[in-house]
């Protein structure tokens, strides 16, 4: 009878790591120098016992990710690193390879700007949309990064699975050797995944599946334990701090507040002494919330009995004003046998913005919301949508806090996503102190993109 791995077990591989687990062999973890020397920001944060810090993961990916126990997860981190409060989010989309992924992720990744980003996905090899994604989050993030290749698929018959084998072994290859490119840290899951089958030999490759590729629940906790392991010996081994991000205690007593600095992201980390200060941002000479570029647009919803967004992108022109908004997109005349819609776009500030239709660029009437044919992707795969109209919404949100209310000890982003060169900025105190508070500065790498 072939061994399933009891669910029991696998917890206390979570939760104890050295534990012996019995009946059970479980491959020796090797954590490699190169994910030691990635995770300078995340060891930083999370063995500092001497004051409490906020500590945000991002999980993104496709379906393998999607999968992936938050609870889980954040039950472990929590439990290995309890002077650290966790932000943890997965907003991977099943069933989109990194040439959709590329388009999603200006509006679920970059944004976020988390501390460290855990990632991985198929597709987007041949044609560069992977590294189109590693060169996105080098450039624009200061986060700490890990990539994983892909576990063991499978095949209903020996040639066909020797042939899925060495073409996902050439793959996570490529894969591996992005993630060294970029200095990102990499987490080989598809080694450790086959010397856990070798150790095993009463389990097979559809053992730990659901179906030909999708973990089942023995698999999607092997994974994690896979991730977990290494993620927790390398932090242990992580010696060196970040040279991407600095900081600068505030001295002036006055009610202006100026410095420079180089990056894209600064921050304030206040002492009890500051709260209930209330201040305001110029940036670079003017108010922060006249900067057309420091405004975001949200995922946009889906369609009904789908997950992935109607929308894989809806981009901003930043030469025309933005301000914080609530938009709808009323689709109509939905034809799914001919894969065809109609659409009208309403802002709750800008109101009626114009008519459009799939395939056909679409660009709002003030000019400040672009929608490329491309990027719409509304179609359901089952044809039970009876809506005369479907309401899509999104949102356009600012990447930026003005003004600014303290209200406790803690780390506030005041703006992210600049761009990444020399800047001005002036905090002008209403009420309050900003005396002996920090500001901290973020400055990702600038990356020329190879031909």
Known sequence: MKFILPLLIIFSMLSGYSQEI???????????????????????ILTNTSEKKVFKIQFYGQSIVSGIDMRRITNLLEDTYPNVKFVILNNAIGGYQAPKLVRTAEHDLYPQYPDLIIFHVYGGIENGELEEI??????????????????????????????????QDENSKII?????????GF?????????????NTSLTIKDLLRDIVHPNDEGKILLEWILMKHFINAVQKTNEK???????????????VKFTF?????????????????????LDGIPIDKH???YAVSRTSSFPKQWWPTFNRITLNKSVRQIEEKWIIHIKNLNLENQSFEFELIGDVSGYQGKGKSGEDFVSLNRAIEILASDMSAFPYENTIKEDVIQISFKVYPLFINPVSIEKVEEINLARLLDNKMHTV???????????SKLIFYQPESLKLEN
Not at 245 to 255: N, T
């Open 187 to 199: 987490i080989g899951v598809r080694d450790v995944w086959k010397n856990y089958l070798e150790l």
């Open 426 to 436: 002036e905090l002008r105190v209403e009420e309050g102190t900003l005396l002996n």
């Open 262 to 282: 180089n990056g894209n992201r600064f921050d304030v980390l206040p002492t009890k002494r500051n709260i209930g200060a209330n201040f305001s941002i110029k």
């Open 134 to 167: 590693f060169y996105n989050i080098k450039n624009r993030l200061t986060s700490d990064v890990i990539i994983f290749d892909h576990h063991i698929s499978y095949v209903d018959n020996d040639l066909g699975q020797e042939k899925l084998n060495k073409k």
């Open 292 to 294: 057309n570029d420091l």
């Open 176 to 184: 591996k050797n992005l993630a060294i490119k970029y200095n990102f």
């Open 22 to 44: 019995p009946k059970h062999n479980l491959p020796t973890i090797k954590v490699s120098n190169q994910l030691v020397k990635s995770l300078k920001k995340t060891s930083s």
């Open 242 to 256: 970040s040279n991407m991000i600095s900081e600068q205690v505030i001295k002036d007593k006055g009610a202006v």
